[in-house]
Nanobody
Framework: VQVVESGGGLVQAGGSLSLSCTVS????????MGWYRRAPGKEREFIAQ???????YYRATMQDRFVISRDVARNVVFLQATNLYPEDTAVYYC?????WGQGTEVTISP
């Protein structure tokens, strides 16, 4: 199973972004899929997850700006974020079960 994130880049503060997580070699509804991030100099932190049945769960401090969703037919999980701050600058990772992707870098400019 391979997990590949995409959609990172440079975004202005106040803007929004949409990240994608593509899984090959396995079906996304066979795993709990999660999004995490690691900001510069900080530990990796949980953002959100979507269960095999499609139930979502969020880190409390992020649930008002981040939305996790999935397209089972396309085997892709998404993370949409709005009202971004420079503090959201991080490498964003997707996880399928216990399998991590390499991450996609997001930079929020002031």
């Amino acid at each position: 199973v391979q997990v590949v994130e995409s959609g990172g880049g440079l975004v202005q503060a106040g803007g929004s972004l949409s990240l994608s997580c593509t899984v090959s070699g396995g079906a996304i509804d066979a795993y709990t899929m999660g999004w995490y991030r690691r900001a510069p100099g900080k530990e990796r932190e949980f953002i959100a997850q979507i269960s095999k049945s499609g139930e979502t769960y969020y880190r409390a401090t992020m649930q008002d700006r981040f939305v996790i969703s999935r397209d089972v037919a396309r085997n892709v999980v998404f993370l949409q974020a709005t009202n971004l701050y420079p503090e959201d600058t991080a490498v964003y990772y997707c996880k399928a079960g216990a399998i991590w992707g390499q991450g996609t870098e997001v930079t929020i400019s002031p």
